[in-house]
């Protein structure tokens, strides 16, 4: 099992594969000292024999997961960016993080990878099957209100119930 808790280091190590600079941006203005490791490239296996050597695994936002891997490959016709091999990185990534006792943290994608991960299902295209207007294709961000239910772990952990 990962010793990462017992490290004294100042620095904060973080996997982050397929890291965007609006992502490094913003996790050094959070936190001066972090060092992200883009795995894009890496073999999954080096994160297990280095895994005490990290304090997070981020999991970024990003194009559609493969609906095979949920049950629904006739589903596919309604997703965009679909890309195997990030499928694949990121779910070994997350199965060494989960073995290994390292925290994760899902953005947008990244949570779509937790949920698929532990066996959960997802709808293809939200808009499509619960009537949203919102929509995430394109390469530019994408920015959207957040509702957490108040009295909930989410809701507590941010100090708000509603969040951009």
Request: hydrophobic share 40%.
């Amino acid at each position: 099992m990962a010793s990462h808790k017992n490290r004294k280091e100042s620095t904060i190590r973080l996997a982050v594969p397929w890291i965007r600079p609006n992502y490094a941006t913003w996790l050094h203005r959070l936190a001066p000292s972090v060092e992200c490791t883009d795995f894009t490239a890496l073999d999954p296996e080096v994160f297990l024999r280095e895994a005490a050597q990290y304090d997070a695994l981020i999991l970024t936002g990003g194009g559609d997961m493969q609906p095979a891997l949920y049950g629904l490959p006739e589903a596919g016709i309604h997703c965009s960016g679909i890309d195997p091999v990030r499928d694949a990185l990121e779910r070994r990534l997350t199965e060494i993080a989960f073995s290994e006792r390292i925290p994760v943290f899902g953005i947008c994608r990244g949570l779509q990878v937790l949920n698929v991960v532990h066996g959960g299902s997802l709808f293809p295209d939200i808009a499509l099957y619960q009537g949203s207007g919102l929509k995430h294709k394109g390469e530019q961000d994408e920015f959207h209100d957040v509702v957490l239910e108040a009295g909930s772990f989410a809701g507590l952990a941010a100090g708000s119930t509603h969040s951009t």
